[in-house]
């Protein structure tokens, strides 16, 4: 008997749904909302860098950009430097030997910027959407570095690494595409 009364009762239920007008067309939202899933939020990273290493001496200038929205959440830069024969040979105002780095936001204020020459390896520089304002749009990271390096013994070669990760939050669903793409 039970099972001749559940296709009676879910048949009902639907026509009662449809002839229902608004009230009816709330509980169907509600009830599609209940078979979507419960969404998860994802930080994904997005990952701009500059690794380069001198065998001649040489000037290289490099620019690259990234793309901030709303649903950056972090922004963190790593920087080495590394000039081999440092410690005999001094960083001085004028220096044959240096890597100047800067992101420029939309606007062309800077957000960082570094001007070294000699070793260099801070802990990574971190800017948080809560104390710092993002604005939306394409930012550009520039680079102009000049070093040594040499091809012979292969003993002498400068070199840089510059590594912006944007770190972005969203809020995925189980049958949308993920986020990155």
Request: hydrophobic share 35%; net charge negative.
């Amino acid at each position: 008997m039970r099972v001749k009364i559940l296709p009676i009762l879910v048949t009902l239920t639907f026509v009662t749904v449809s002839l229902s007008g608004c009230l009816g067309l709330i509980q169907a939202r509600e009830s599609l909302e209940n078979l979507r899933g419960e969404p998860t939020d994802i930080e994904y990273t997005e990952k701009t860098s500059v690794l380069y290493t001198f065998d001649n001496p040489e000037n290289k200038m490099f620019n690259e950009s990234f793309t901030v929205n709303e649903k950056v959440q972090r922004i963190e830069i790593y920087v080495k430097v590394k000039f081999n024969l440092d410690e005999f040979i001094p960083c001085f105002e004028g220096s044959p030997r240096y890597v100047r780095a800067e992101i420029i936001k939309p606007s062309g204020d800077p957000l960082w910027s570094m001007d070294v020459c000699e070793d260099y390896s801070p802990p990574n520089f971190n800017f948080n959407s809560s104390s710092t304002t993002f604005e939306y749009g394409t930012w550009d990271l520039n680079i102009d570095a000049q070093a040594f390096g040499e091809t012979v013994g292969g003993l002498v070669k400068d070199e840089f690494i510059i590594i912006v990760n944007v770190y972005h939050k969203c809020r995925q669903y189980p049958q949308d595409s993920p986020c990155n793409e």
